[in-house]
């Protein structure tokens, strides 16, 4: 998903933040687990934590390529468009997710908390094969 943007923006910095994502997801995937429906507030507070975290991680990765914008080829910029679309699209879904999250009774707590789970991880997904493309560079 980011490598285009990211090789052809030519960053070197990006693995702390690909480093600092891969880190969040898996506490707050170990803590999500554990959470009764009992626990609900404390859920959502670390769910809303973790997802302002991935927002200042997803505006930084704009201002990189906004910063390297005028040295990219148009190829680089066309995908440096549709990665951070993509990118997006995936926080959208997730913050769908967090409001199902909110609103879930007491009986649909396990299914709506493993949809919110697995929104979060296919995001992180996404950081994680940047890194992967990001490193073979």
Not at 118 to 135: D, G
Request: aromatic residues 8%.
């Amino acid at each position: 998903l980011l490598a285009a943007p990211l090789s052809a923006a030519g960053e070197v910095d990006n693995e702390t933040s690909f480093k600092e994502v891969k880190q969040q997801t898996k506490e707050l995937m170990q803590s999500f687990k554990s959470y009764s429906v009992d626990k609900k507030d404390e859920a959502l507070k670390n769910a809303k934590s973790a997802m302002n975290e991935l927002d200042k991680n997803i505006e930084q990765l704009e201002n990189r390529v906004d910063s390297k914008w005028d040295s990219m080829t148009k190829k680089a910029r066309k995908d440096a468009k549709k990665d951070l679309k993509e990118l997006r699209k995936a926080r959208n879904e997730l913050a769908e997710n967090f409001g199902s999250l909110k609103e879930s009774s007491k009986d649909a707590w396990e299914r709506i908390k493993t949809g919110f789970t697995s929104a979060y991880e296919k995001l992180a997904n996404s950081w994680e094969k940047a890194e992967q493309a990001f490193n073979s560079k």
